[in-house]
């Protein structure tokens, strides 16, 4: 059974840091796309950092440069640091893992994500 559960999330300042968890079982991590998501209510969950099989990552442009996404193949655990953050970037986040394995397109598409986690609400705050 896959299962996905974040973790990290909370309030913080404008310009402060956090770092997101998410916690795997179930399935070989390496071998999938995973990736970080994001919601705010009334509106569409939206890719925030994904990572490949191979390593490759991909960003919204919202993010770059102020957030990095990273996995522990041997934790099973898919990371998410998050600096310099913006009133912008309070939402729920999400981790999830794509539909297949052997995914070689690290893409932000939340229709390739077939598991979800159930979320980790994190608020920016002036």
């Known amino acids: 059974q896959v299962q996905l559960k974040e973790s990290g999330g909370g309030s913080v300042q404008t310009g402060g840091s956090v770092r997101l968890s998410c916690e795997s079982s179930?399935?070989?991590?390496?071998?999938?796309?995973v990736g970080w998501f994001r919601q705010v209510s009334g509106k569409e969950r939206e890719g925030v950092a994904v990572i490949d099989t191979d390593g490759r990552r991909a960003y919204a442009d919202s993010v770059k440069g102020r957030f990095s996404i990273s996995k522990d193949a041997v934790k099973n655990r898919l990371y998410l640091q998050m600096n310099n953050l913006k009133a912008e970037d309070t939402a729920m986040y999400y981790c999830?893992?794509?539909w297949g394995s052997g995914c070689y397109i690290a893409s932000t598409d939340r229709s390739q994500y077939r598991y979800w986690g159930q979320g980790t609400q994190v608020t920016v705050s002036a």
């Open positions: 179930g399935f070989t991590f390496i071998n999938y796309c």
């Open positions: 999830a893992r794509s």
